[in-house]
């Protein structure tokens, strides 16, 4: 545990009104969560970023790979994609505290072009995810991101510079390798990132993989198997999840129906539609969006209460 570090966290918290759940802060793609309680298996996409816990454990699921990580361990995302998350350990004397901080590839590709000597390069067929320890160098940064919330004049000037310092950090240390892979132009991994982006834009629409292959410049065969090795799912699965995780969130926050979902994330049965619901959720969706509705409303009135 890095104490002057979660201090500072605590602090801000504190300052923000005590409690749990998500913290924005004035920086740009920064956030600090804190909880007093596990969670169960929450499905969500998860955008290129650095997840830092500070105190406590969470879990994540991606595809056949799990990946755990604990105090000053983070989490490394590449690519943005549909898994599983969960905070395994936090009470209320030692909560889960952590930050994520999104990655900008424009300022990796800067950051890399004043490097000598780049790192060396990963293997292609890595996942996008995996979970590395948080040096010293990197944790002094974060500290400064969090003390320069005390003067948010200053995050306009300052933080940028914070941030490509983190770039750097990440870039030179022992999976800086992994972390090139986000900022290489024209890698196998930048030309399958084209197509997920167009698998997130376009996911209730029919594509098929000649057509992400052809986005991706690749042939079908060679797209499909990088796409697999780094999202550990094929484009079909991918397109899938981002079908159901939409609908979820349309019947949870929407108020919408089983048929209406359905068909809005682009399915035209109903009933398949149910079925693959089912099979990934483990529930049927009516009785998931009531659970989820509950489930939320019960950590809201958590979150005020320890206000």
């Not at 799990?66 to 969960?86: D, T």
Request: proline share 6%; with cysteine.
């Amino acid at each position: 545990m890095n104490r002057p570090l979660l201090d500072a966290v605590t602090a801000y918290i504190d300052e923000q009104g005590g409690g749990q759940g998500l913290f924005p802060t004035e920086i740009p793609g920064f956030n600090i969560v804190r909880s007093f309680q596990s969670m169960m298996p929450m499905r969500n996409i998860y955008r290129p970023s650095l997840c830092v816990v500070l105190e406590g454990s969470k879990e994540l699921h991606l595809g056949e790979q799990q990946l755990r990580y604990r105090s000053m361990e983070c989490l490394v995302v590449s690519v943005g994609v549909p898994a599983s998350g969960r905070i395994v350990e936090a009470s209320e004397e030692n909560p889960y505290v952590g930050m994520v901080i999104d990655f900008d590839v424009a300022t990796l590709r800067e950051v890399l072009e004043q490097m000598d000597t780049l790192p060396a390069q990963a293997d292609e067929s890595s996942p996008c995810a995996f979970v590395a320890k948080v040096d010293q160098p990197l944790a002094d940064c974060m500290l400064r991101l969090v003390k320069l919330l005390a003067t948010p004049k200053a995050i306009p000037v300052l933080a940028p510079s914070i941030i490509r310092e983190i770039c750097y950090w990440l870039l030179s240390g022992p999976h800086g390798g992994e972390i090139c892979k986000l900022g290489l132009p024209e890698s196998n991994i930048e030309r399958v990132v084209r197509a997920v982006s167009m698998l997130h834009t376009n996911f209730a629409e029919t594509l098929r993989v000649e057509q992400l292959a052809d986005i991706a410049r690749m042939s079908p065969s060679s797209f499909h198997q990088h796409f697999k090795a780094l999202t550990s799912m094929t484009p079909l699965q991918f397109q899938k999840q981002l079908r159901l995780l939409e609908a979820r969130r349309l019947m949870t926050t929407q108020a919408a129906n089983v048929a209406e979902a359905a068909y809005k994330v682009g399915y035209e049965s109903a009933s398949q539609f149910s079925r693959d619901y089912s099979r990934n959720f483990g529930i049927a969706p009516k009785q998931d969006a009531l659970n989820q509705q509950r489930l939320y409303a019960t950590y809201a009135s958590r979150t005020l209460r320890s206000a």
